[in-house]
């Protein structure tokens, strides 16, 4: 099946600081991924979907200049959280959909986020 | 708008016990059906799909039918083993103007116990 692989698994970070996310997908090509965020216990939420080679359309309530995502080959998307504070500690997911998949998605392992 | 609702955890079973897990739906149009599962520490994986009404999804000993009657797709399986404990989400997902967005419940924990 088609393998969707996320980098680090998890990350360690001082309060005011950046960090990225890596996504990619590992042996198809994806023109939209998916970022999603999951609390202890929770549902997943949608946070963005990112389109390769252009903007990404963020769900409401999530800010963009927050959590900035790239999509710059169709492997490989990038979630960044700038100037990270300890709400922002929780579990992040990527999602890859192939083009012919027309409502399919696969899911990284996800990537566990703690701000300190 | 779309939304999910699954039974809340969790849920307990002893070994080769039957298993049932409730998901009803609701959506405008004709939504997928997708049953998903998250092993401890991991991301998700699909676990089975449906596509319209009446279909049945099936993998690994688990199915659900797609009811539109009743806007449910409830997950079974008949004997479930220790290794089945894990976190299992229903999702459905729809075309839009933005593209296929899948839109989950908030998850059912199972433990299986010896």
């Known amino acids: 099946g088609a393998v969707v692989s996320q980098h680090p698994s998890w990350v360690i970070c001082k309060s005011g600081t950046s960090v990225k996310i890596e996504c990619r997908s590992l042996?198809?090509?994806?023109?939209?991924m998916f970022w999603y965020r999951q609390f202890p216990k929770q549902s997943l939420m949608l946070m963005a979907t990112?389109?390769?080679?252009?903007?990404?359309?963020?769900e409401q309530g999530v800010e963009k200049d927050k959590f900035l995502i790239n999509h710059a080959s169709l492997t490989l998307s990038t979630l960044t959280v700038t100037s990270a504070h300890p709400e922002d500690s929780s579990f992040y997911i990527c999602?890859?959909?192939?083009?012919?998949?027309?409502?399919?998605?696969?899911f990284g392992p996800g990537t566990r986020l703690t701000v300190l | 708008g779309d939304s999910v609702t699954q039974m809340e955890g969790p849920v307990t079973l002893s070994e080769e016990a039957f298993l049932t897990i409730n998901c009803t739906y609701t959506?405008?149009?004709?939504?997928?059906l997708f049953w998903y599962v998250q092993y401890p520490g991991e991301g998700l994986q699909l676990l089975l799909k449906a596509t319209k009404a009446d279909d049945k999804g099936s993998n690994k000993g688990f199915e659900a039918t797609y009811r539109k009657e009743t806007t449910s797709f409830h997950l079974e399986k008949g004997s479930v083993q220790v290794s089945d404990s894990a976190v299992y989400f229903c999702?459905?997902?729809?075309?839009?103007?933005?593209?296929?967005?899948?839109?989950f419940g908030t998850g059912t924990q199972l433990k299986v116990e010896l």
């Open positions: 959506a405008t149009g004709y939504p997928s």
């Open positions: 042996d198809f090509q994806a023109t939209t």
């Open positions: 999702a459905l997902s729809r075309s839009t103007g933005g593209g296929n967005k899948l839109t």
């Open positions: 999602s890859a959909r192939p083009p012919a998949a027309h409502n399919e998605q696969f």
């Open positions: 990112s389109n390769e080679g252009s903007k990404a359309t963020y």
